[in-house]
């Protein structure tokens, strides 16, 4: 059995650990020490000497998804790095992907998938009914583009989107509520959206988080992979005062819309 956990860390970035009996992966660890107070205080409930983390996944080489690597590497020398092929970190042993590359982990086997536009070499790891996809897809929205295209982008998001529906999207932000408010923007009239944005707004009083979320669910609220949709290339033709031929253009829009909403 694996078990999916959640590691805030820093404003809004949530760092992904998966424990398997006393064996825990980690995903995008931007920062080590919720990392080891986590690993800590597992170790304590379940009442074990130590778990062991013997796996760090990345998907892209910004900080905040990598600034903790060397001191999780210092605390578990013998864990081993995986990261993208296009975009290795310097200084580091490691096993870096490309996409269709495997990698198995205590029986979990995840799938990588090479998904450029947020930057060019980002990857993401697929499998178990799970997508770790780091700044590409977001529940109710997707990635600035930092160096890719926003061809790049559509393509890697439709690539996404044909996963099945019952997949959970496992992120690294908690963007989803200001995503609503601007998929909201976009198609006022989507009831899904508006039912969305109460869900989400009741979690986040909690304090809980709003991941992860099922892609099946994502295709009603959000507005990214929507682009086909006659509503959502209406506003999009609306807000850039001109007609849009295809999704991918009007995609580009919404992209830029976003940035300044």
């Known amino acids: 059995m694996y078990t999916v956990i959640t590691v805030p860390a820093f404003s809004d970035n949530y760092i992904w650990l ?6 825990c992966l980690v995903v995008d660890p931007g920062e080590a020490a919720p990392v080891l107070e986590r ?6 409930e379940l009442e074990t000497l130590g778990l062991e983390l013997d796996a760090i996944l990345l998907t892209h080489h910004h900080r905040d998804h990598v600034g903790g690597v060397t001191d999780l590497l210092h605390h578990f020398p013998h864990a081993r790095l995986y990261g993208p092929k296009h975009d290795p970190m310097p200084d580091h042993h490691g096993q870096w992907l490309d ?14 998938l090479h998904i ?3 930057t060019l070499g980002h990857i993401a790891y697929h499998g178990h009914g799970m997508l ?5 897809l977001f529940s109710a929205g997707c990635g600035r583009l930092f160096e890719g295209s926003p061809a790049q982008m559509y393509g890697s998001l439709q690539r996404l989107a044909a ?5 959970l999207l496992y992120c690294a ?4 509520l200001s995503n609503l408010r601007f998929a909201h923007a976009v198609e006022p009239d989507n009831l899904a959206i508006q039912r969305r944005i109460g869900v989400i707004s009741k979690l986040r009083q909690q304090g809980l988080p709003s991941l992860p979320s099922r892609l099946g ?5 959000n507005v990214f992979l929507r682009c086909n949709e006659d509503s959502v290339k209406f506003s999009a033709e609306k807000y850039a005062l001109k007609c849009l031929e295809n999704p991918e253009d009007t995609f580009t829009v919404l992209r830029g819309w976003k940035d300044v909403f």
Do not use: A, K, M
């Not at 996963?163 to 997949?167: A, F, H, I, K, R």
């Open 163 to 167: 996963l099945p529906d019952d997949t």
């Open 116 to 118: 450029p536009g947020h």
């Open 132 to 136: 770790f996809c780091g700044d590409t």
């Open 173 to 176: 932000h908690e963007y989803t």
């Open 39 to 44: 690993l800590e205080t597992l170790g304590l």
């Open 217 to 221: 669910d994502e295709r009603h609220f």
């Open 99 to 112: 996409d269709g590359d495997q990698i198995n982990w205590h029986g979990l086997s995840l799938d990588v």
């Open 18 to 23: 998966i424990r398997h009996e006393n064996h």
